[in-house]
C-alpha cells in the first residue's frame, strides 16, 4: 500500500511518504530530475574541457527578517522568461526583467526550462508564480503587502555574470520596490 499522509519528525518537522518509501530513503531510480547531471550533460556537450563548477559559499548571504513576516513586503523572483521572448529567440535571447503584478501576466515563457513536461505543465501561472496566493496571504495578514511587480532572472551557467551584472540589478529593484524578503520560484 501507498503511503501518502505526513510522517512526523518531531519538533514540527513532516515528510510526506509517497511511492511507499519517505522521501529521505534511497530510491533504486531517480523520481526527480537530476540538475546537476543535466549541467554536467551540458557542459561536456559544448565542448568545456572543465565540469561546471557549483556555487559553494562557506558564508550563506541570507540573513534573518528584521520584522515579524505580517510586517513584510514580499517580492516574487521565478526563472520563466517574459512570455514576448517565446518567438524566434526560444528563451535564447533572455534577460533580468521586472514586470507588475497588475494586470498579472496571462503566461510566462517556461519551454526552454528544465522541468518533468511529461508530468505536469505551466499553463496554470499559480502553479509556480504564486502572485495571487501572496495576495490572499497580504489580505489576511500573514504579509504586509506583494511588491508591484515580480522579478524574472535568466537561469545563466555563468555565477560571475550572476553576481557582476544580475543580482546588483535584481538588488535595486527590490530596494526600490522596498521589498523586505524574496521567494525565489525557480522551474
Not at 524566434?88 to 528544465?114: D, F
Amino acid at each position: 500500500m501507498i503511503s501518502e499522509s505526513p510522517i512526523s519528525l518531531g519538533r514540527g518537522m513532516n515528510f510526506l511518504v509517497t511511492g511507499g518509501l519517505p522521501m529521505n530513503q534511497r530510491r533504486p531510480y531517480r523520481s526527480f530530475v537530476s540538475y546537476m547531471d543535466r549541467s554536467r550533460e551540458y557542459y561536456a556537450a559544448h565542448g568545456y574541457a572543465q565540469p561546471y563548477a557549483w556555487a559553494a559559499h562557506q558564508a550563506v548571504p541570507f540573513t534573518p527578517l528584521q520584522k515579524p513576516l505580517s510586517e513584510c513586503r514580499i517580492g516574487l523572483v521565478t526563472t520563466a522568461g517574459r512570455e514576448e521572448l517565446e518567438g524566434a529567440s526560444q528563451g535564447r535571447t533572455r534577460e533580468l526583467y521586472a514586470m507588475s503584478i497588475t494586470p498579472t501576466a496571462p503566461r510566462l515563457y517556461t519551454a526552454h526550462l528544465a522541468w518533468d513536461k511529461k508530468a505536469t505543465h505551466t499553463d496554470d501561472l499559480d502553479s509556480f508564480l504564486p502572485l495571487n496566493r501572496l495576495a490572499e496571504y497580504a489580505s489576511e495578514g500573514r504579509i504586509a503587502s506583494v511588491s508591484p511587480r515580480f522579478y524574472g532572472v535568466p537561469t545563466d551557467y555563468s555565477q560571475g555574470k550572476t553576481i557582476r551584472k544580475d543580482a546588483p540589478q535584481l538588488l535595486k529593484w527590490c530596494q526600490e520596490d522596498h521589498v523586505d524578503a524574496v521567494l525565489l520560484s525557480a522551474l
